[in-house]
């Protein structure tokens, strides 16, 4: 399996991270509604309003949240959703933040009720309320806490409950980036990593990423490998071909799991519906990974789709594996 094409290597992707709009390609109606917000607020020397971005994984949340830090020029504190046990650990951060600063809450639909609830106060009013004392002296005060904006992140915005979505001023979702946009992160990523690369081979790259400049990046780097050892350090289209292929990677841009998925519903499944549990015994994957990772891409390319009675392979998806779809009734 190529787990390691779609998942995050911290350091890599540290060096390759966009620091400013500027740098961030693509997303453009995004990028343009972010900095006019953030040009307002300061402008009126205001704190940004909280924002929340969603979209599946790899596709630029957490890079946006530095660059949104970066650019109202305050600090950025992050946590994840799953990782504060109980309300008071939120309070600790919560009082630690400085006007304006930015608090990223990565995976927020996974945070706890109670703490959700906890936070509501604070992105409302900024108060929240502390219990000191112990025992029968236990009591509750209240305590003003710097105006701050949260930035939440999610790859599962339906996940979030409506009072939580309800208290995001700007709403953001990313979506997948064409061939040509991903062209330029590769090209971009190759002269920060000083690898040369061809026109030809950033674009066989670009299109067999999913839409996803983290995967684009990976390959990248995978192709360096085979060009170092198989060529002259230089990335053609050619390369990149033979060094994907190697990677099990498709000229769709589908990899392995992707394939699995498909291949199951129509061999297992009779083509579906099929229910996401019976669908992650049968691949041998979680089934929220294949909610949050593969499904949606396949589903945007027209491989798969979502009803009420489970996943169900389209034409799209019996073609590619040269079959011919059952006759509909
Ligand atoms: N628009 C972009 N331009 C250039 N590089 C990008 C862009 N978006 C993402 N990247 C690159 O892809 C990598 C992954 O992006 P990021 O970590 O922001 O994704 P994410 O949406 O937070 O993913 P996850 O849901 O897994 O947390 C970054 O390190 C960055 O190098
Ligand atoms: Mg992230």
Known sequence: MNNEIITPDQEFEQKLRPSRFEDFTGQEKIIERLELFVQAARQREDVLDHVLLSGPPGLGKTTLSYILAEAMDVNIKCTSGPVIDKPSDLAGLLTSLERGDVLFIDEIHRMQRAVEEYLYSAMEDFVIDIVIDQGPNARSVRLNIQPFTLIGATTRAGMLSAPMRSRFGLVNRLDYYDALTLCKIVKRSASILGVEIEDGGAMEIASRSRGTPRIANNLLRRARDYAQVKADNI?????????????DIDGDGLEEMDKRILSCIIEKFGGGPVGINSMSVSVGEEADTIEEVYEPY????????RTAQGRIATDRAYAKFGLVPPAKD
């Open 235 to 247: 990335i053609t289209a050619d390369l990149a071909d033979q060094a994907l292929n190697l990677l």
């Open 298 to 305: 396949l589903i945007q390319e027209g491989y798969l789709q």
